[in-house]
């Protein structure tokens, strides 16, 4: 996609729009660390996102807190294609959901690293995660994983590997005190993790959390 080569967004969606992007490249785009209110390189505000069969691969956020594909409100869709080789290393993510209803279907995720998860969900942010393969990303700050969830919504995980990497606490962590009132669920099927260099557990779970799991 065509856009400046720092501090803007390629991509923004308003509030109240349904777009979709599809067959699309987004490389070698940067956020640095003074990129004003620029908080992700493709971003929506309550509206629905799609990114189908789509490339991105090669970009940088290094703004606090922002991210590569950052989605406030509304639903965010991403089918096939891949997110390779993207770094975010000040506070923030790869993929970012803030209540919002995020899904993922035949993605592969590969060589990416952030500081706070390369998928991270917040508020009532909800996943569900289909046939994705996640190989080699990193998430480097303490008591965050490559799947970082600190939302109250429900998580859905099937049919996803999770190979080699390096995280500092455990690939999927997921802390949902805030929802102590509605217990959040996770549910885990057909995932496989393995080669991943952890200073914790494989699943770390905190808070009000009803979890299933099974091969």
Same mark, same amino acid.
């Given at each position: 996609?065509?856009?400046?080569?720092?501090?803007?967004? /390629?991509?923004?969606?308003?509030?109240?729009?349904?777009?979709?992007?599809?067959?699309?490249?987004?490389?070698?785009?940067?956020?640095?660390?003074?990129?004003?209110?620029?908080?992700?390189?493709?971003?929506?505000?309550?509206?629905?996102?799609?990114?189908?069969?789509?490339? /991105?691969?090669?970009?940088?956020?290094?703004?606090?807190?922002?991210?590569?594909?950052?989605?406030?409100?509304?639903?965010?869709?991403?089918?096939?294609?891949?997110?390779?080789?993207?770094?975010?290393?000040?506070?923030?993510?790869?993929?970012?959901?803030?209540?919002?209803?995020?899904?993922?279907?035949?993605?592969?995720?590969?060589?990416?690293?952030?500081?706070?998860?390369?998928?991270?969900?917040?508020?009532?942010?909800?996943?569900?995660?289909?046939?994705?393969?996640?190989?080699?990303?990193?998430?480097?700050?303490?008591?965050?994983?490559?799947?970082?969830?600190?939302?109250?919504?429900?998580?859905? /995980?099937?049919?996803?590997?999770?190979?080699?990497?390096?995280?500092?606490?455990?690939?999927?962590?997921?802390?949902?005190?805030?929802?102590?009132?509605?217990?959040?669920?996770?549910?885990?099927?057909?995932?496989?993790?393995?080669?991943?260099?952890?200073?914790?557990?494989?699943?770390?779970?905190?808070?009000?959390?009803?979890?299933?799991?099974?091969?």
């Amino acid at each position: 996609l065509p856009g400046p080569p720092a501090d803007a967004p /390629v991509f923004t969606v308003a509030e109240g729009a349904a777009v979709t992007i599809q067959d699309g490249t987004i490389t070698g785009k940067v956020l640095t660390k003074t990129s004003s209110d620029v908080m992700g390189l493709i971003t929506a505000t309550n509206a629905a996102l799609t990114l189908d069969n789509c490339v /991105v691969t090669g970009n940088q956020a290094g703004k606090y807190a922002s991210a590569i594909i950052r989605a406030e409100g509304g639903s965010l869709t991403i089918t096939g294609g891949e997110v390779t080789s993207c770094t975010q290393s000040n506070g923030g993510s790869i993929v970012l959901a803030n209540n919002c209803a995020l899904a993922i279907d035949g993605v592969r995720f590969s060589g990416n690293s952030a500081a706070k998860g390369v998928i991270s969900l917040q508020g009532t942010a909800s996943l569900d995660m289909d046939g994705c393969s996640f190989n080699g990303d990193a998430s480097t700050s303490s008591k965050t994983g490559i799947l970082y969830v600190q939302s109250s919504g429900n998580v859905s /995980v099937t049919d996803t590997t999770f190979t080699g990497g390096t995280v500092n606490s455990s690939p999927l962590y997921m802390d949902s005190s805030a929802a102590e009132d509605t217990p959040a669920t996770l549910n885990l099927t057909g995932v496989t993790m393995s080669g991943c260099t952890s200073s914790n557990y494989t699943v770390y779970v905190a808070g009000a959390v009803n979890v299933t799991a099974q091969e």
